[in-house]
């Protein structure tokens, strides 16, 4: 098995090569650790290697990382979250990246501490498994979220198909970012919404030629699993 650090320095060429192809910086990209399936021992030898950011999809591994590593990492939480499970881990999250309904709106709202800075999730793809507001429905849906003031729409997230299908790729990628601009372009006080968070282990190149500003990469980075 590699090294994080050794995984970490090819995928930190990807994405400054990815990054100079589409004329953008490098340090505009944040890279998240996806630390799901790996132990502790693991989590911690990505964040002696250098990252900062680390991503869980569900609470109860998203509590143990976070109990073991504490305020050396930013904390992204990635997965889907249950309405009634919202109270066991809302105010130790400092991004949620799958905001996909407004049940779920009301109660980060009740239970939220903080601000909670959120990402919409987004079927773009339009896969029946995947969660996330329709593409059609995305204005609508932020424009609904100004009801909730602990809620602040940083930006968009999807999650690309499983497919090494480059075009199909490009084009998810690229309707999350015209999505992105259009909600941006509202200039909406509770969503500035100039973040993109896509592209995983097997897209995140493509995901940054398209604009990504958040990758989330698990088993290239601290995988095989
Ligand atoms: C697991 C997961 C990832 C990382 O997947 P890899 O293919 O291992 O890089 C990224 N985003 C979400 C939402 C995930 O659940």
């Keep these: 098995m590699n090294t994080v650090q050794q995984n970490l320095k090819l995928i930190r060429e990807d994405i400054s090569s990815a990054a100079a192809k589409s004329g953008r910086k490098t340090e505009d990209i944040t890279l998240l650790a996806v630390t799901k399936y790996v132990t502790i021992e693991r989590t911690k030898e990505a964040v002696d290697a250098g990252i900062v950011d680390l991503g869980e999809n569900r609470i109860e591994g998203f509590l143990e990382k976070q109990a073991a590593i504490g305020d050396e990492a930013i904390w992204h939480f990635i997965g889907s979250l249950q309405s009634r499970k919202v109270k066991e881990v809302i105010n130790q999250v400092d991004y949620l990246h ?123 980075l601290v995988g095989p699993y």
């Design 98 to 220: 799958a905001l996909d309904r407004l049940s779920l709106a009301k109660e980060i709202q009740k239970r939220a501490a903080k601000k909670i800075k959120c990402f919409v999730q987004v079927n773009v793809s339009a896969e029946a498994t995947k969660s996330g507001v329709s593409p059609a429905e995305t204005l609508a849906f932020i424009q609904e979220l100004a009801a909730y003031p602990a809620i602040e729409v940083v930006g968009l997230m999807t999650m690309a198909p499983n497919t090494q299908d480059e075009d199909v790729l490009r084009s998810v990628f690229s309707g999350l970012r015209q999505l992105r601009d259009e909600a941006a372009a509202q200039n909406m006080s509770h969503a500035p919404c100039t973040l993109l968070s896509m592209g995983m282990s097997n897209d995140y190149k493509i995901a940054i030629e398209e604009g990504a500003t958040h990758v989330r990469v698990g088993s290239a």
